[in-house]
């Protein structure tokens, strides 16, 4: 299994520029979340999918935009890229559990600069 | 609100040295708790999980324990190797919703 898959590995971006960070999974996982990681700060969650069709915000939303039309995929979408969204980006997948345990599976990430 | 507390570092141990790195939590309902690791360049991996109080999780070694009493979930190992070396993250989860420490690097020298 690939698990989770994110694209790109790496990207500078300039001021004012848009972008997608794209993530897979073929886990037939329900929920899919989208971190980002900022320099000796944990994980901060962005936004979140219980599944397809359906999106929440999480902790720090602002300049960031999802979609799931399929349970496979989940894209984040930079609109006006700014430096303070230079972070290492994580994808992750869960299914429901009724114990309200199941971990995430994370992909490896994407490293984005803004500059 | 939830919210996880783990200890700064880094962390700088020789090999075979006895490791802990301290988690606390805050929670409103009855979380599981998670031992993640991040080796450099990569995502995080589960390391380890409890779902209930006094619950011990283990894995490669590495221990950890739920405590409902003192909200604590501190990870531990006896012998650490130079392999060991990573991040390591505190994350309880309520509901399906996730919450992280801010992770607790680990140095461990030959």
């Known amino acids: 299994n690939a698990g989770v898959t994110q694209t790109p590995k790496f990207r500078i971006l300039k001021i004012g520029q848009s972008m997608t960070l794209q993530c897979t999974q073929d886990?037939?996982?329900?929920?899919m979340y989208w971190y980002r990681q900022d320099p000796g700060m944990g994980l901060k969650l962005i936004y979140y999918s219980v599944g397809a069709g359906i999106t929440d915000k999480g902790e720090v939303p602002n300049g960031y935009n999802v979609s799931r039309s399929t349970t496979e995929d989940f894209p984040l979408r930079l609109e006006l890229a700014a430096p303070s969204q230079t972070s290492v980006y994580f994808c992750?997948?869960?299914?429901?559990?009724?114990?309200?345990?199941?971990?995430?599976?994370f992909g490896n990430g994407t490293r984005l600069t803004v500059t | 609100g939830n919210s996880v507390t783990q200890m700064e570092g880094p962390v700088t141990l020789s090999e075979e040295a006895f490791l802990t790195i301290n988690c606390t939590y805050t929670?409103?309902?009855?979380?599981?708790l998670f031992w993640y690791v991040q080796y450099p360049g990569e995502g995080l991996q589960l390391l380890l999980k409890?779902?209930?109080?006094?619950d011990k999780g283990s894995n490669k070694g590495f221990e950890a324990t739920y405590r409902k009493e003192t909200t604590s979930f501190h990870l531990e190992k006896g012998s650490v190797q130079v392999s060991d070396s990573a991040v390591y993250f505190c994350a309880l989860t309520d509901f399906n919703k996730f919450y992280f420490g801010s992770g607790t690097k680990l140095n461990v020298k030959p």
């Open positions: 886990m037939n996982h329900n929920y």
């Open positions: 929670a409103t309902g009855y979380p599981s």
């Open positions: 409890a779902t209930k109080a006094d």
């Open positions: 992750a997948s869960s299914y429901p559990s009724g114990q309200g345990y199941s971990p995430l599976h």
